[in-house]
C-alpha cells in the first residue's frame, strides 16, 4: 500500500485526480469503479478541469457507481446517480451507454443487480476502484459487520452513514434511505488497482485502524491492506494519528 500525504484536502484531491486521469490516458478503455460523498467533490471537480484542459478523455472509458440509495430514482437530487451526473457526466465524454449506474428504484432488486454484476463482469471487472472511506470504515456501503458480502447485494444502512448523508437531504436524516445497493467487497477489492481518498481530521482515528490496524470486517477498509495496488491519497488532517507519518 502506498500513502500518499498532501499539503491540503485540494492537494489531496488534485493528487487524485492526476492519478485517475493518467490511468486512463494509459488505459483509455478503462472501467472505473466511482465514489460518492462530500470527500470527492473537489476530487471530480478537479477532474472535470483535467478533461476541459484536454489532458484525459472518457470517451472508451466506463463508469460504475460504487452505491446507490434504494428507493431513489435516478433523477432524484438526493441519488447518487444526481450526485455523479452533475459533478461529473455532464461535465466530462462518457457515452451515455458507458455510464453504469445502480437503478435505486428498479421494481426487482435482484434483476437488477444480476444486470450491473453481467456488465461489469463482461467488461472485465473494474480496471480502476477509486474509493473514500466512511466515519465507521465502509468502503462503497459495505458497513462494519461479522460477515461481509461479496458481490453486489442491497443493504441496511448504519447510523453513522445515514447521517453523513444527511446533507444531500437538506441536513434532514429522517429523510436519508434506509436501505442502499452497494457494490460487494469481493468486486471492490477485485479492482485492478484500487485509489483511495480521505481527507479531514474527523477520519485520522478511524484512518490508524483501517491502514495500520488489524484486519477485521468491523472495519472494511482493513482489507485495503491486503490489496497488491493501492494508493491511499490523504492531506495533513486525515494523516495524524498514522504511525511513521503515513509513509508506509
Ligand atoms: P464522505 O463519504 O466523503 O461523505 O465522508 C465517504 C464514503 O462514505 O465513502
Not at 90 to 119: K, L, M, N
Not at 160 to 185: C, H, K, Q, Y
Request: proline share 4%; charged share 20%.
Amino acid at each position: 500500500m502506498r500513502v500518499l500525504v498532501c499539503r491540503s484536502a485540494s492537494a489531496a484531491a488534485t493528487a487524485a485526480a492526476r492519478d485517475v486521469a493518467a490511468f486512463v490516458r494509459a488505459r483509455p478503455r478503462a472501467t472505473l469503479g466511482l465514489p460518492t460523498g462530500r470527500t470527492p467533490v473537489p476530487f471530480y471537480a478537479a477532474l472535470v478541469g483535467l478533461h476541459r484542459r484536454g489532458r484525459v478523455s472518457f470517451a472508451r472509458a466506463h463508469a460504475f457507481n460504487l452505491d446507490e440509495f434504494a428507493g431513489l430514482a435516478a433523477d432524484d437530487p438526493g441519488s447518487y446517480h444526481s450526485y455523479l451526473r452533475r459533478r461529473l457526466f455532464d461535465h466530462v465524454d462518457f457515452p451515455p451507454g458507458h455510464r453504469h449506474v445502480f437503478d435505486g428504484a428498479a421494481r426487482s432488486a435482484r434483476r437488477q443487480i444480476a444486470g450491473f454484476e453481467r456488465t461489469l463482469d463482461r467488461l472485465g471487472g473494474l480496471d480502476l476502484a477509486v474509493l473514500g472511506i466512511g466515519l465507521n470504515g465502509h468502503l462503497g456501503f459495505n458497513e462494519p459487520a461479522g460477515v461481509l458480502a461479496s458481490r453486489t447485494h442491497r443493504v441496511r444502512l448504519s447510523t453513522s452513514s445515514r447521517r453523513a448523508n444527511a446533507w444531500l437531504f437538506g441536513g434532514d436524516v429522517r429523510r436519508v434511505p434506509t436501505e442502499a445497493f452497494t457494490m460487494g467487497i469481493g468486486t471492490i477489492l477485485a479492482a485492478r488497482r484500487i485509489v483511495v481518498l480521505v481527507t479531514g481530521s474527523s477520519k485520522a482515528r478511524l484512518l490508524r485502524r483501517a491502514l495500520q490496524g488489524g484486519i477485521t470486517t468491523r472495519v472494511p477498509a482493513s482489507l485495503l491492506q491486503l490489496h497488491p495496488d493501492c494508493t491511499v491519497i490523504l492531506d495533513r488532517a486525515a494523516s495524524r494519528h498514522l504511525a511513521g507519518g503515513g509513509v508506509s
